[in-house]
């Protein structure tokens, strides 16, 4: 009984771990990009979702640093980003149209 009991919790905090990430798409423009951090720096709009709810210029990690080659400063983007427990990620990122 004990083995069952385990396993349902380990269960349990899988789910809970893997629904913790919170996803948001913005509007912003690229103020800066750091490709040896693998890091950009977007001024946008709020994010309420993400609990933002002013605009805001804030350092981002990047999922992929291959992303940070498509931009350059200046340029609008939209982006979609998620918070995690080692803080803000954008996980896409393309230029506005």
Known sequence: M??????VAALALT????????????????KKIDEAAGKITLKHGAA???GMDEP???VYRVKDPAMLKQVKVGDKVSFEAEE?????T???LQKAK
């Not at 004990?2 to 396993?7: A, H, Q, S, V």
Request: hydrophobic share 45%; net charge positive.
């Open 48 to 50: 309420k979702s993400l």
């Open 84 to 88: 995690a427990a080692a803080g803000y």
């Open 56 to 58: 805001m210029t804030m």
């Open 2 to 7: 004990n083995r069952i009991i385990c396993i």
């Open 15 to 30: 789910v809970g771990v893997g629904t913790s990430a919170k996803a948001a798409s913005i509007s912003g423009e690229v």
């Open 90 to 92: 954008v996980t896409k």
